[in-house]
């Protein structure tokens, strides 16, 4: 009888595959590492073929800030989005609304996991998180995003106004930018016209949109030519925006 060698290897049961869930969705594709993995993930959610608007915007958000673009041959982000777009058929603008949604539920995981939250619980009200988390105590937010639809929590997200709060009008009078009647910046000597007036502009949108309780955001720019092509596309999406609501 020939002797046969025992290998010390266990041949029990295996553990499972350990699989990321919140809620009821699954976000094995979103977390992974492999960029090819997180790409295939989105493209079949927008297919169809799964149905989580919250794993797929989490993938969205991590292609963005962990840079998986690059591993997938873009340079930047917005070419992913345009390569993303022309494929599958889906407008870059809902594309974005998507990544702000898995913005949202990442950088507010633990306590919507607390509570449950899913795709069936409205991931559209989750762009407006933050905004309420600003406004109300975190207690009462996060009970509202359950029981609110996405037009009460978005409307109710922007906290009560203050009647007692009023704005001064902003004006410019020569190196001075006044509130009412006060010195509210005053430019440096020297500075050249061409960075006052840019400067300038920058101060007057944002006065402009504190006086209609608006939210403005500045954004860099190549050069002038750039800009004015962003504020064309930037006009015409506000308003597609507004429309919808």
Same mark, same amino acid.
């Given at each position: ?29 979103? /977390? ?17 073929? *799964? ?11 991590? !292609? ?12 930047? &982000? ?24 898995? $913005?949202?539920? !990442? ?9 449950? &939250? ?9 762009? /407006? ?10 207690? $009462? ?23 007692? *709060?009023? /704005? ?18 005053? &430019? ?11 400067? $300038? ?27 004015? *092509? &962003?504020?064309?596309? /930037? ?9 919808? *609501?």
């Amino acid at each position: 009888m020939n002797d046969v060698a025992i290998q010390n290897q266990y041949d029990g049961q295996k553990r499972p595959k350990k699989k990321i869930e919140s809620g009821q969705f699954s976000l094995d594709f979103a /977390y992974s590492q492999d960029a090819v993995e997180v790409d295939s993930g989105i493209k079949e959610t927008l297919r169809g073929v *799964k149905l989580s608007i919250m794993a797929m915007g989490i993938a969205l958000y991590r !292609v963005d800030v962990s840079g998986l673009f690059i591993d997938l041959g873009f340079k930047r &982000f917005g070419e992913y989005i345009d390569h993303l777009a022309k494929e599958t058929g889906m407008s870059r603008t809902n594309l974005y609304n998507w990544e702000y949604i898995g $913005e949202a539920y !990442v950088k507010n995981r633990t306590e919507l996991d607390k509570i449950g &939250f899913s795709d069936d619980d409205g991931p559209t009200k989750l762009p /407006y998180l933050g905004r309420a988390l600003e406004n109300y105590p975190k207690r $009462e937010v996060f009970k509202n995003i359950i029981e609110m639809s996405r037009r009460e929590f978005e409307e109710w997200s922007r906290g009560q106004p203050k009647k007692t *709060k009023k /704005y001064k009008s902003i004006r410019i009078l020569g190196k001075d930018v006044l509130a009412g009647s006060k010195p509210l910046v005053t &430019f440096a000597e020297g500075i050249s016209p061409k960075d006052q007036r840019y400067y $300038e502009g920058l101060i007057m949108e944002g006065a402009k949109a504190v006086k209609q309780n608006e939210y403005a955001k500045v954004y860099r720019f190549y050069d002038e030519a750039e800009a004015r *092509k &962003f504020d064309r596309f /930037y006009q015409r999406e506000l308003k597609n925006l507004r429309t919808k *609501k």
